[in-house]
């Protein structure tokens, strides 16, 4: 589902460098990445998105080579194939909550939004714990809310590609393991790909393996190191 091959990437200021010499996500796999902050791991998945692009290597999706598509076609592979859990939300504070969820849908001609879609999307957030809150302004939605909010939007289209940056990191444990439920099942159901960043090292017995980020960081030559979780 991932391929990455001798990726190079720095911001144009600061010291931060990134170098993946090569990184292998199959289909159906749910991948747990680990490292130290400032290593790189959201900036690896925005790479993965398309939503910036290496100076050196490829990165590809499925058969799609997302770093070579031009802007307008990234946005519209991106919203249509990857559903993408930021750490931070990225949700608009002048739209309601319902109104985020279906956002993908309203962006892109890519996406097909009826009655179908605002049922699943209601469906979604009722599982979520915020089924009550549709009509909430999303800034009046606690830390927690938001991130549920944002897991519906990237949940909603079944994308074949989850990345989740931190996405139970704003849950108390109840719901951390009732949200995990969640995302595991969705990518099950749909036989999708679930790469997860976390800092959370309670959770990582839950997937298939553990990639270690710190061996990406500046000008490692290493290859990737595996922990196995089993």
Request: charged share 25%; with cysteine; hydrophobic share 40%.
């Amino acid at each position: 589902m991932i391929h990455i091959n001798l990726l190079k990437f720095h911001y144009p200021e600061g010291e931060f460098r990134l170098h993946v010499p090569e990184l292998t996500v199959e289909r159906s796999e749910k991948v747990a990445v680990i490292g130290p902050s400032g290593s790189g791991k959201t900036t690896l998945l925005n790479l993965i998105a398309g939503i910036v692009t290496p100076l050196e290597g490829t990165v590809s999706v499925g058969d799609v080579k997302v770093s070579s598509l031009p802007d307008v076609a990234r946005r519209d592979f991106r919203i249509t194939n990857i559903g993408f859990v930021f750490q931070d939300f990225e949700l608009l504070d002048y739209l309601n909550v319902i109104d985020n969820v279906l956002h993908p849908y309203r962006i892109t001609g890519a996406l097909g939004l009826d009655k179908e879609v605002k049922e699943r999307a209601a469906a979604l957030a009722q599982e979520m714990g915020i089924g009550d809150k549709l009509r909430r302004p999303s800034n009046d939605l606690s830390h927690g809310e938001k991130q549920r909010a944002a897991i519906c939007r990237a949940l909603l289209p079944h994308p074949k590609l989850l990345l989740a940056d931190e996405a139970t990191g704003n849950l108390d444990p109840a719901n951390k393991t009732r949200i995990l439920d969640l995302l595991f099942r969705s990518v099950e159901d749909h036989n999708a790909t679930l790469l997860a960043v976390t800092h959370d090292h309670e959770l990582l017995k839950r997937f298939d393996r553990v990639i270690d980020f710190q061996d990406f960081q500046g000008d490692n030559d290493s290859s990737q190191t595996l922990t196995d979780t089993e």
